[in-house]
């Protein structure tokens, strides 16, 4: 695909044969930069805009150096193509800086025969592709801990009901001294039920759906969040007020805001981090898509929703399997709740990403909104 936009930019950029070259290439959703010889951005499309964070006046100030350091692989394709004057493709490229963040990234450069020097660059992040990918792995991981469930409610709650009743009758015909272990043996029951319980979550039952305010979601989970574990924390509200409501379940989705909250109120906590904040963000993009699981229908995810903190950051080598059942970076943490969240986005027909460096770590969910027939539906 970025081959043929490329030929396409290259094409619109010579302006004897399309004079709007500019309204034409701003249509695409694709990044296109025109570098000149000293690497100043001479032309950026409104899809680059959005890409790179700055817009085409703050881009016209800037060369590529100031958006990545020198030593970053982009200069070398870039160098490349001005010496052999030909196509030339990286991929898994990562754009890190203060004033960038994009990983995973392919980048296909070319230079223009009219302009020596110059250099064509198209950008396709992939992340949201590799997300779905992962999210649809993590979601059979899921199944597979649905039916550990199973088993477990069958082989193991039964029995385990009868070890905590016989556990509880100990208690009152023995020493303090045996005692002491009868309670031992009783905690340990319902410990073990509780993980049994909590597995069961992942079961795959129908969920019921109604129009969801999402603001209302996110000021109950902050005021739930600030009145209990995290009275330490500075939060930060930016929102879309015209955001249309969410097609979904309200007690679901304050769940997933729950669990997403209180990761990064743990992340933020006063040893990790000095002025603690968590900012809560929503707001309406076009262009995603994604199928409802079991169906041939595909939704619009045109509304987001972002939870970001100012923590250390998400150790790399957790990161791929952050949403997978038992993985957990917390000592005592059963790695069940992100797995939950994923899960019940999964079921919402949504999107889950997480982007994470020292500093900045944010989790961006891509939620469908009330179309008329649902909200003839639930009137």
């Known amino acids: 695909m970025s081959r043929s936009v490329t030929r396409v930019a290259l094409a619109l950029l010579d302006r004897k044969r399309a004079p709007d070259a500019a309204h034409i290439l701003s249509a695409l959703p694709v990044p296109v930069v025109l570098l000149d010889p000293e ?13 790179l964070g700055i817009s085409t006046s703050g881009l016209a100030q800037l060369r590529l150096r100031d958006l990545v350091p020198e030593d970053n692989p982009l200069f070398l394709l870039v160098q490349q193509v001005r010496q052999s004057d030909a196509t030339v493709s990286d991929h ?8 960038l963040n994009k990983r995973g990234i392919t980048v296909q450069g070319s230079s223009l025969p009219e302009e020596p020097g110059a250099v064509l660059l198209v950008l396709q992040d992939a992340s949201a592709a ?23 409610a069958h ?5 385990l009901s009868g070890i905590r009743g016989a556990a509880q009758l100990l208690e009152t015909s023995v020493d303090a001294q045996d005692r002491e272990l009868a309670v031992l043996i009783r905690d340990e029951a319902d410990r073990i039920r509780g993980l049994v319980d909590r597995m069961d979550i992942f079961g795959e039952k129908p969920i019921a759906r109604t129009a969801v305010n999402i603001h209302r979601v996110l000021e109950h989970v902050r005021k739930l969040a600030q009145s209990g574990f995290a009275p330490h924390v500075r939060f930060q509200e ?14 679901q989705l304050v769940q997933v805001m729950l669990n997403l909250v209180k990761n990064a109120a743990e992340a933020v906590s006063p040893e990790n981090q000095s002025k603690p904040e968590i900012t809560l963000m929503t707001g309406f993009q076009h262009g995603m898509r994604l199928a409802v699981p079991g169906s041939t229908t595909r939704l ?15 150790p790399e080598d957790i990161r791929p399997h952050l949403f997978e059942p038992f993985v957990s970076s ?29 500093g900045r770590t944010e989790f961006r969910l891509h939620l469908p909104v009330v179309t008329d027939e649902e909200a003839d539906i639930g009137a």
């Open 39 to 51: 690497d100043r951005f001479r032309y950026v499309n409104h899809a680059a805009e959005q890409f």
């Open 92 to 99: 898994d490229l990562n754009l890190e800086s203060p004033r």
């Open 130 to 152: 590799r997300a779905l990918d992962r999210q649809l792995a993590f979601r059979g991981a899921a199944r597979s801990v649905t039916g550990m469930a199973a088993i477990l």
């Open 155 to 159: 082989e193991v709650k039964n029995p």
């Open 238 to 251: 930016v929102y879309d007020p015209s955001l249309p409501p969410v097609w979904g379940n309200r007690d």
């Open 300 to 314: 619009d995810l045109p509304l987001l929703v972002t939870v970001r903190d100012n923590g250390p950051g998400i």
């Open 330 to 358: 917390k000592a005592a943490g059963s790695g069940l709740g992100l797995a939950l969240v994923a899960k019940i986005m999964g079921d919402h027909g949504g999107l889950i990403e997480v982007n994470s460096r020292p």
